[in-house]
């Protein structure tokens, strides 16, 4: 076997267990800096998950089966360290998703109250009442980033608006 499949395989298969290994370093900073959660949210299915593992694994032993230059062998590696990088993301946020005292966490990364400066929709007058057929709330952060949060259903999103002004009164306030 030759280095040109040898070495990205090796480099490859060893992110991909430095991904794995930091999964519980993750989840400890996270919990630690979202404090208490008062409302779970789980959204992926663990099998979802793990499948996404394991096709990226297999994505990164194709380059045993073909004959691609190194360049070539790199960039299928690569592909199969980001859908690994996606799937870890996804354990994260299926795991440890929700709403907690300090912040959001319902997509990858945690959104701490303190870095947010607005949720437009809660400057509108019938703000909640509006939203009877949106699943999807844009939250704007300190510097400047639109973030936009996707909910199963209007309903979904609508308890979470309600704890969210609960927790964080402030963002009500605000308008942009």
Known sequence: ????ILLPAVLGYACCTGLLISIPF???KIISSAGKCKLPLRRDSLLKVLLLFVICFFLISVI???RLPLAGNFMVCA???LGFELGVRNFLVRKYGGIYENGIFLQYPFIAFENIDSIPVLGWEDSI???ESQT???VVLKDGTNIALLFESTDEMQKIIRLLVELYPSLEK???
Request: glycine content about 4%; proline content about 0%; aromatic content about 4%.
């Open 79 to 81: 592909v199969g360290l």
């Open 129 to 131: 009442e509006s939203l």
């Open 136 to 138: 999807t709330l844009h």
């Open 174 to 176: 605000k308008t942009d």
């Open 1 to 4: 076997m030759n280095s040109q």
């Open 64 to 66: 045993f089966l073909n």
């Open 26 to 28: 993750r989840a400890k």
